[in-house]
Every structure is written in C-alpha cells, then in structure tokens.
C-alpha cells in the first residue's frame, strides 16, 4: 500500500519561501507512469492543485501560482517537495500531497498538513 507524508513547517511568515516534503513508502516515485501532486485547502474554499513532478522528473504548474512555486524531488529518498516563494496569508492553508495514476485523478493522499502565512 502506498503511502505519502507531508513535512514541513506549519508557520510561515509574509514574503518567505513555504517549503513542504512529501514521504512516500510503498511505492517508487520513478515508477512510469505515476504523476505525484501537491494540493492545498484554504479555509473555507475547494481544493486547489498546486503542480505535480512527473516519474521521469518533469515539474508542471498551475498557471495562477507558477510564477511562484516550485516542485522537486530527492530519488535516493523516495521524495518530493514543494516550495512556494513571496506568501501571503491567502496562502494559509492544508497543504496536501498525491499520487496520479495514468489518466486519472488522485488516488493516494497523504494525511494533510496546515500551514499558516502571519507574522
């Protein structure tokens, strides 16, 4: 069974670099054809993917916030991260990450971990 843990910390100030790493067990993330997601949750609202990396080491983003992320990944540790540059408090949030299947949505996901923008 796969599993996936976010790390990271959980208070983050105004205009500094959020920096999340994501574990994952059971499972490689250079497998073909997997896709691996950062995800996030603000307070009140829907989810909102943030990018992925793919098997290979490709990274994607969503064209609202790609001017500010970043996403890597440590083979010889089976993980991957999330950086997130400039924050602001509408950058609070539970910040999740995912694996994608080929042609499908997420099918695991780690537990979540809340991260607060404030000073």
């Known amino acids: 069974q796969v599993q996936l843990q976010e790390s990271g910390p959980g208070l983050v100030k105004p205009s500094q670099t959020l920096s999340l790493t994501c574990t994952v067990s059971?499972?490689?993330?250079?497998?073909?054809?997997?896709?691996w997601s950062w995800i996030r949750q603000p307070p009140g609202k829907g989810l909102e993917w943030i990018g992925y990396?793919?098997?290979?080491?490709?990274?994607y983003y969503s064209p609202s916030l790609k001017s500010r992320t970043s996403i890597s990944r440590d083979t010889s540790n089976n993980q991957f991260s999330l950086q997130l540059s400039s924050v602001t408090p509408e950058d609070t949030a539970v910040y999740y990450c995912?694996?994608?299947?080929?042609?499908?949505?997420?099918?695991?996901w780690g537990q979540g971990t809340q991260v607060t923008v404030s000073s």
């Open positions: 990396i793919t098997y290979s080491g490709n990274p």
């Open positions: 059971g499972g490689s993330i250079t497998t073909n054809y997997y896709y």
């Open positions: 995912a694996r994608d299947p080929p042609g499908m949505g997420h099918d695991y």
